[in-house]
């Protein structure tokens, strides 16, 4: 599994990689973006051990997870993104959206929700661009007498109405996952998960923190 982490400028996405793996990562291999950090880590599993220490097999192979964490990208500085970020990210089998959740002398009070619906502006967005030039490139080969692709037009058309209306195309599973669109990989209809950072002044307020 592929888990790419996106999110705000200062949102805590490096300390979230450097949680996660328990290193820096390294450099992505074919990336155009020379900061970009990957770093994968074994899942150990007690379940697999045991079978193990039952059937001896000659070779065991745990699950692995892969973390992604794209450079810093141009406009980073005023929370904008660019084609090649999403490009990493659409990648991934799974998105890790951080949200930023404390106040900060250099960033401002939290704005949670903004800075959430941001991000999810901007998946929104760059879906909305797939689906419009998949649309005109079959307008364009139906002129030519190519067929092939008119069949995805009503999918395409049913995305398309979602994400003018800022809607996710999680919220759609059926059209979403549709095998006509497998080969698309849109952002907002991906597996995501929300994670909320906090300053180390509200860790006390956690319940079972020990001072």
């Given at each position: 599994m592929k888990l790419g982490i996106a999110g705000l400028p200062l949102a805590g996405k490096k300390t979230l990689f450097a949680a996660l793996t328990g290193a820096r990562g390294d450099n992505a291999v074919g990336s155009p973006q020379k900061d970009t950090r990957i770093a994968t880590i074994t899942v150990l599993d007690e379940r697999i051990d045991f079978l193990e220490n039952m059937y001896q097999p000659g070779k065991t192979i745990y699950a692995k997870i892969?973390?992604?964490?794209?450079?810093?990208?141009?406009g980073a500085s005023d929370?904008?993104?660019?084609?090649e970020?999403?490009?990493?990210?659409?990648?991934?089998?799974g998105i890790l959206h951080?949200?930023?959740?404390?106040?900060?002398?250099g960033t401002g009070p939290a704005m949670s929700?903004?800075?959430?619906?941001?991000?999810?502006?901007e998946m929104i967005l760059s879906d909305l661009g797939?689906?419009?030039?998949?649309?005109?490139?079959?307008?364009?080969?139906?002129?030519?007498?190519?067929?092939q692709g008119e069949a995805e037009i009503p999918l395409l058309k049913s995305c398309q109405e979602m994400l003018e209306q800022g809607d996710a195309l999680r919220n759609a599973p059926v059209i979403a996952?549709?095998?006509?669109?497998?080969?698309?990989?849109?952002?907002?209809?991906?597996?995501?998960?929300?994670l909320s950072t906090m300053g180390m002044r509200m860790k006390h307020s956690l319940p079972g923190h020990k001072r």
């Open positions: 892969e973390y992604l964490l794209p450079s810093r990208i141009p929370g904008k993104s660019d084609g970020f999403w490009n990493q990210i659409r990648t991934c089998d951080v949200v930023r959740n404390f106040d900060d002398p929700e903004d800075d959430f619906q941001q991000i999810e502006d797939v689906v419009e030039k998949r649309l005109e490139r079959i307008a364009l080969d139906s002129k030519r007498g190519k067929k996952t549709d095998p006509l669109l497998k080969g698309f990989t849109f952002l907002s209809a991906n597996r995501c998960w929300w």
